[in-house]
């Protein structure tokens, strides 16, 4: 007898399942863009910061994300949130617009990049103890081992034992320590925002209010910028961290976790020390090492086991109040 279900077999998943699998693989490919963009950010930014201030730059960055965001969210259809909601994105651009660029920024004038890199990891960490101190995010036994195995990977190729603590370091240290903090908080407090206001309006009203206090501290050493002195190659450098670390990277955040969560956005921040060795390889000609390559599977273990059931439909977004 002919079985008539013999010419489902060659694919045998729902169009729901599929849809599912397509969701997640974007939703993947979203963060790693992400953190690749951050990576580059910190070889291209070396180059940059030679001949432009570090306040001047990050002023730079906020006049040029804030038109296009508020432009981009504009033509999506988002509307003028309501007064209640101003207070929270306000917030959202103190802790991840202007503290998470100013504390960066300051804060490695007074320590050394090797530190600020092996402090890097404490923002999955940090995201942990905010999300559960405020309830906002569900602490598993398999998320909680995800985010440890991330955060070993990335010491293992950062080596935490180059680590300085001497007084001349101190300041610097806190002050990256804080970056690290503020930003995980800016992850954690999104995702109940997301949820009522559309993704495109919380991160352009997010950095509406962040730049009005990054153009406050850095204003002044902005206009005193020439920018007929700089070369064409600082210019180079300064779009693309304008247009890929600041712009596109913030918008593909906020995307992501309103289908996600922060605590796999955060985790996902493990990946910068191994990305900007591979960018290193590429471009400067570095060895890849035997640590690099232990840190990269714990990482991705790390991954793996905080997505694990962490969303079963990334690809749809959550219901969002549509409020006049």
Known sequence: MEDSGDSSLPDSRSPVEGSVERGLVTLHMALLAVQLSFSG???????????????????????????????????????????????????????????????????????????????????????????????????????????TLAICGALVILDPTRFSAGDSTLVGNLLILLNCLSFATFLVLQRPILRHLPWQTVIAGAFVFGSLGV??????????????????????????????????????????????????????????????ALLSRLFLAEVLTWRQALGFALIASGLWCVSWRSARSPGKAPAVERRS
């Open 41 to 147: 950010f910190h070889v291209v930014g070396k180059m940059v910061l030679e001949d432009v201030p570090p306040l001047a730059l990050a002023c730079l960055r906020v006049l040029f994300a804030t038109p296009i965001l508020l432009l981009f969210a504009a033509r999506r259809g988002a509307t003028i949130p309501e007064l209640r909601w101003l207070p929270k994105l306000a917030l959202l651009g103190f802790l991840g617009v202007f503290l998470n660029q100013v504390l960066f920024i300051v804060g490695l004038g007074y320590t050394t990049p090797t530190n600020a890199a092996i402090l890097m990891p404490s923002i999955p960490a940090f995201t942990v103890g905010v999300a559960a101190l405020l309830g906002l995010e569900r602490i598993g036994p398999y998320r909680l081992a995800g985010v």
């Open 215 to 276: 153009l406050a501290v850095g204003g002044t050493t902005l206009g005193q910028l020439s920018p007929s002195s700089l070369a064409a190659s600082t210019w180079m450098g300064i779009l693309y961290i304008m247009v890929f670390p600041t712009t596109l990277s913030y918008l593909i955040n906020s995307w992501a976790i309103q289908r996600s969560s922060a605590l796999l956005a955060a985790a996902y921040t493990t990946l910068q020390p191994l990305l900007t």
